[in-house]
């Protein structure tokens, strides 16, 4: 070990490569909204050594790596190059982009949707989806909201229990993310299916999987109900579900960094209510404002 140590630190190249695979499974992991000791229970790989990966220290093999990789569901490819192989035309049009005014940002927005959904463009309808991690309000706020649209409402993760038959939690530990991510969104094709108008919240993790959270943006409008992480975690204490920061004493830092890992997507909401500091009642009178917009005048009334 204290060899192949020595070669890293003399390789200056390799040692910034170590560094940013690192938090490539750092980043996964949050996003996957994992503690370090659930990847360690589902990849096999001892905790203590997945904290010398994350720190930079470790130096994996690529058996290691795939452990990881289908343990957080994330692609092997991505984890261990870090970008894609398009990644110069994406490059390009966020330099594009860069030179947007952001008054102009959400009709470009609008453009690329209608592009990647085809001529027709998005078809969200009345379908009102709220997205954001736990503890943010969504479940409280969707059902008065539903109610005062007079919308069904639908929580998604009640859904995938039901298809299930079994807790969230369960098939966590019993099958691990990517089943849970398979069964989500199964439940999410189902639900939208079945509804043209609805409140819909979803589970905080929808996010960490491209495709399906690709299919609600382009199927629902999108809020982001957002919190500080204190009320986030104090929220979660209040509901006696602690899921998956349980045991863990590092459980703010880990809250702090699944935030960190989810917010650009989290971003890609059509918009945002902030609940920090804010009544029930104020947060649904912003949540009300805020989707007013993307309703006909018969919904939004």
């Known amino acids: 070990m204290s060899e192949r140590r020595g070669k890293d630190e003399e390789d200056p190249e390799l ?85 947007v005014e952001a008054s102009r940002l959400p009709a470009v927005r609008a453009a690329v949707e209608r592009q990647l959904a085809g001529v027709g463009g998005p078809d969200k309808r009345a379908r009102i989806a709220l997205i954001g991690l736990r503890g943010a309000g969504k479940s409280t706020l969707g059902r008065l909201l539903a109610e005062r649209l007079d919308l069904p409402f639908v929580e998604l993760n009640r859904i995938v229990e039901r298809d299930y038959g079994g807790s969230i939690g369960e098939i966590l530990a019993l099958n691990g993310q990517p089943a849970l991510r398979r069964y989500e969104r199964r439940a999410l094709e189902s639900v939208l299916t079945g509804h043209e108008r609805l409140v819909l919240s979803t589970g905080g993790g929808i996010v960490s999987e491209s495709a399906t959270f690709g299919h609600l943006l382009e199927h629902c409008w999108t809020v982001w109900i957002k919190a500080s992480p204190e009320e986030h975690m104090s929220r979660v204490i209040e509901q006696g579900d602690l899921r998956p920061m349980a045991r863990n004493d590092e459980a703010m830092d880990d809250l702090k ?29 912003a949540l009300v404002e805020a989707v007013r917009p993307f309703l006909g005048e018969a919904d939004a009334a």
């Not at 909401?269 to 649904?284: F, I, K, N, P």
Request: aromatic letters at 4%; charged letters at 25%; zero cysteines.
């Open 15 to 99: 040692a910034a490569y170590l560094a940013q695979l690192g938090e490539r499974v750092r980043e996964a992991r949050a996003k996957r909204g994992m503690a370090r000791r659930i990847l360690a229970r589902d990849s096999g790989v001892s905790e203590r050594y997945l904290a010398q990966l994350e720190s930079g220290a470790g130096n994996p093999s690529i058996a290691v790596l795939r452990q990881i990789a289908r343990a957080v569901d994330y692609p092997l490819a991505d984890l261990v190059a870090g970008a894609r192989a398009d990644s110069g035309e994406i490059a390009a049009i966020l330099d594009l982009l860069g030179g």
């Open 257 to 285: 960094a699944i935030l960190r890992a989810r917010e650009p997507s989290y971003r890609r909401a059509d918009a945002v209510v902030d609940t920090a500091g804010q009544t029930v009642e104020e947060s649904l009178a």
